[in-house]
């Protein structure tokens, strides 16, 4: 079993920056890929950034060039760096992993995919 727990969202006007932190604890010695993903409120959920134990990344389209996900494996803990955010990045943000996803090109295939472990989230609420 492997647990995420999500922090670092809250309430911030647009243009303004968030970090994201995802902490693992459990079975993560298993664990290559990791993701964060959104929901908006009635929208289906997305991947935003996926980052293997390696460095590989991916992003959504919505995030490149403003988003950055970054890992530190000594401290079982991936980041999400959220700058130049819009009212449109309004969501809860999800931590996941899966053990499953074991090489560099897992990053690709990521976005609906059902995806083992999921933290709660965390909110992000982004003002014009």
């Known amino acids: 079993q492997v647990q995420l727990v999500e922090s670092g969202g809250g309430l911030v006007q647009a243009g303004g920056s968030l970090r994201l932190s995802c902490a693992a604890s459990g079975s993560i010695f298993s664990i290559n890929a990791m993701g964060w993903y959104r929901q908006a409120p009635g929208k289906q959920r997305e991947l935003v950034a996926a980052?293997?134990?390696?460095?590989?990344?991916n992003y959504a389209d919505s995030v490149k060039g403003r988003f950055i996900i970054s890992r530190d494996n000594a401290k079982n803990t991936v980041y999400l760096q959220s700058n130049g955010l819009k009212p449109e990045d309004t969501a809860v943000y999800y931590c996941?992993?899966?053990?499953?996803?074991?090489?560099?090109?897992?990053?690709?295939?990521?976005?609906?995919?059902?995806?083992?472990?999921w933290g709660k989230g965390t909110l992000v609420t982004v003002s014009s």
């Open positions: 996941a992993a899966d053990p499953g996803l074991t090489t560099a090109q897992s990053v690709h295939i990521m976005d609906g995919y059902a995806m083992a472990y």
């Open positions: 980052i293997t134990s390696g460095g590989s990344t």
